[in-house]
């Protein structure tokens, strides 16, 4: 496959997957779960262009000029950098026969990112366990990363049929 077409279908499907997730946020959200402020992420990054890594509490760090907009950029080029690595993983060949299983074992492994990553450096600790409920959040964010797992399937899927 060509390289330049193999990079389009990696971005549709990051974008696609990111947007499914963000539909089932969205209906979270309706139904009066708590999600994610991507805001944060922004301001989380932000402060990390300014060699800040971890944080008490980011949501009492110094607001950055146009955090929401970062957070949600940098939302979008996560879920395309994952879906990368699920290509990396799978072989480019996955993208002519997409199929469920890589594309969910992806997405629930990328519930690593804000376990170990974000969760201890925006001031919740290790697996959310600075938080009032630690258990409940790890399993809502690997409920949100399984959706984002089904979100790189059904994007693939799609662009699959559309091509042929």
Known sequence: MEALALILKVVLIGLGAT????????ILKRMGVKTLDFALVGRWVGHLAHGQLAHAAIAKAPPVAGERSLGWAMHYVTGVGFAGLLVALAGADWLDRPTLLPALAVGMATVAAPLFLMQPAMGAGFAASKTPTPLKNCLRSLANHTVFGLGLYLAALCLHLLAH
Do not use: G
Not at 19 to 26: I, K, P, R, S
């Open 19 to 26: 947007a499914v997730m963000d539909a089932w946020l969205v």
